[in-house]
Structures are given as structure tokens and as C-alpha cells.
């Protein structure tokens, strides 16, 4: 299995922990663990197929710097770190799952920011500036309920 | 027909909704034919669809009332696209608690615009009987900057 299948695999059981019994969860908190410190960065094709983007895309969420990038010693391009690159794209994934198609990158990154309590210290480090100018003088998007929303929803 | 719509900051609040059988999808609809429209209640009473909240922000703001205790903080402006006959443009949404300040709707809204929420005076006239609610984007600007933090440190 490929490290971005095994990403999206991981990612699905952990939207689904709540449906394992406590030796499952335990088991995927162990195997999440041993992925991750395996998997600490990705190629960009990798970060390109996780997001289920193009590379053009991929590259034009680089340059706005919400996507982190970083030199790793043994790699002769830039890496993706694995942690905030596994939390976007399961963000983006929902969202998808959710009818968006445009501004899923904002999105996701404001989903994070406003419902993950855990990345809210790593949040100004690692997108503050770029994210903030990036709302600023933010436009209009659409108030329209989900696609997966229930009838009484 | 109008165009709803709200700002990014807002949105993940609005995707909170999934699931919660607050009746957003109706209310969207509503909003989307016309924000102005009243209804002949039982009582032959007629009844506005939305609301002017009380106080200062009764100029700016329009309420509505969603299902299971939600209502939704509103604004009206014009729209560039001759389509729409203006845009509704959702500020908050967000439960009615009375009990609890930290987690009421009109609460919330009134701190985030630094005014004083009146406990009096409810009287909820028509959103569109005297002219239209309106902001400024200066102002709307404002409050998304101030829900943002607030969405933040919650």
C-alpha cells in the first residue's frame, strides 16, 4: 500500500473511531503513530494526489503559503511535513464529502483553526500571515446548506 | 430572488448545523425567496418571517427563528447582479439561551458589535417594515474580524 493510501485509510478510521471498540482505538492511536513517525513529509506528486489536486493547484497553494514546504536532508526537492498535510486534506476530503467545490484550502484551514483546539498554538506559526492576509477583505461565499445535510437539517 | 450568502469565518458555523434538525435548509429557502415576507398565523395574526433585533443594532441586524432554540443573525444589501434582488448576508447563527450570556445568540452578536443588549423592549417589528436593515463592509468587515477571534477562543 502506497503512504497515500495508507494516509486516506488512516484518515477514514479516525472519522469512524467512535464506531471501534476501545482495543480498536487503541490499535489505530498505535498505527496512526508508527504511519506518522515513518511518514514525517511527503513528495510534492504525493501531497498533490492526497489533496486529490493537480500539481498546478498544488504549487499556487505553495506560493500563497498555506501549504508548508521544508528542505529535508536526503531529498533533493521540497517535502511536504506529513501532520499539517494529513489535517488539510482530511478537512478538504469532508468538505468534498460536503458538495464544496471552490475555497476548499480556506475553508479547511478556518475549519482547523476555529475547531481543532490542538492546532490552535501551531496555527499563527504555520499560517498566521499568509492566512491572515488572505481574509483580509474577504468575499462573499455561499450560505447554502449541505449537500449531505438531513431532510430537517 | 435573493442571494444568501455570509463570509468565510461564518461558514464552519453554518456546517455545524448538519445533522442538528435545526431547520436551516427551510429557513435558507425562505431567505432565498424573500427575507420580507410575513404569514397569517392560526390566530389570523400576521407574522414577519424576520424580525428587527431590539437595541442600537435594530438598523443593521434582522433575526429569524430556526428550530430547536437557533436563530439566525442577519443583514440585507444590494447586489451588483440584476438576478438578485439583493443579498442576505448571514452574520451569525447561533442557539437562543437566555440562562446562560457565554452561549446566547443575541448575546454573542451584540458583544462582538460592542453594544449593550437590551433586556426589554423585544418587540420584534417586521424586518422590512421601515426601510432595510444595512451595514457597512467597513462594519461587516469589523465583526468578522472580532467572530473570528471569538470563534477562536472559544
Known amino acids: ?153 | 430572488m435573493w442571494k444568501v450568502a455570509t463570509r468565510r469565518e461564518m461558514r464552519p458555523l453554518i456546517d455545524g448545523l448538519k445533522g442538528k434538525e435545526a431547520g436551516y435548509k427551510q429557513a435558507y429557502e425562505q431567505l432565498e425567496q424573500d427575507p420580507c415576507v410575513s404569514y397569517r398565523a392560526p390566530s389570523g395574526e400576521l407574522r414577519p418571517f424576520a424580525y428587527r433585533i431590539s437595541g442600537r443594532l435594530g438598523e443593521k441586524i434582522c433575526g429569524t427563528h430556526l428550530k430547536r432554540g437557533y436563530r439566525i443573525a442577519f443583514t440585507l444589501a444590494d447586489s451588483d447582479d440584476d438576478a438578485y434582488e439583493g443579498i442576505v448576508e448571514i452574520l451569525y447563527v447561533g442557539t437562543r439561551d437566555t440562562r446562560n450570556r457565554s452561549r446566547d445568540v443575541w448575546d454573542i452578536v451584540h458583544d462582538l458589535f460592542g453594544e449593550p443588549n437590551p433586556r426589554q423592549d423585544h418587540d420584534k417589528p417586521p424586518c422590512c417594515e421601515n426601510g432595510l436593515p444595512n451595514m457597512s463592509e467597513d462594519e461587516i468587515l469589523e465583526f468578522m474580524n472580532r467572530l473570528r477571534k471569538f470563534l477562536r477562543g472559544r
Open chain 1, 1 to 153: 500500500m502506497t503512504a497515500v493510501a495508507f494516509t486516506r485509510t488512516i484518515a477514514i478510521l479516525r472519522r469512524n473511531a467512535d464506531k471501534l471498540p476501545a482495543e480498536g482505538r487503541e490499535a489505530l492511536d498505535a498505527l496512526d503513530e508508527g504511519f506518522s513517525a515513518a511518514t514525517p513529509d511527503y513528495s510534492k506528486k504525493e501531497a498533490a494526489d492526497l489533496l486529490e489536486v493537480s500539481q498546478a493547484t498544488l504549487d499556487k497553494w505553495i506560493a500563497t503559503g498555506l501549504i508548508p514546504t521544508a528542505r529535508v536532508p536526503g531529498h533533493k526537492r521540497q517535502r511536504i511535513p506529513g501532520k499539517p498535510l494529513r489535517a488539510i486534506a482530511d478537512e478538504i476530503s469532508q468538505l468534498r464529502e460536503m458538495g464544496r467545490k471552490r475555497g476548499l484550502l480556506d475553508e479547511a484551514l478556518l475549519r482547523l483553526e476555529q475547531e481543532e483546539p490542538g492546532w490552535r498554538k501551531q496555527f499563527d506559526e504555520l499560517y498566521g500571515p499568509a492566512f491572515a492576509a488572505r481574509n483580509a477583505g474577504d468575499d462573499l461565499v455561499s450560505a447554502a446548506p449541505g449537500a449531505d445535510w438531513g431532510p430537517n437539517d
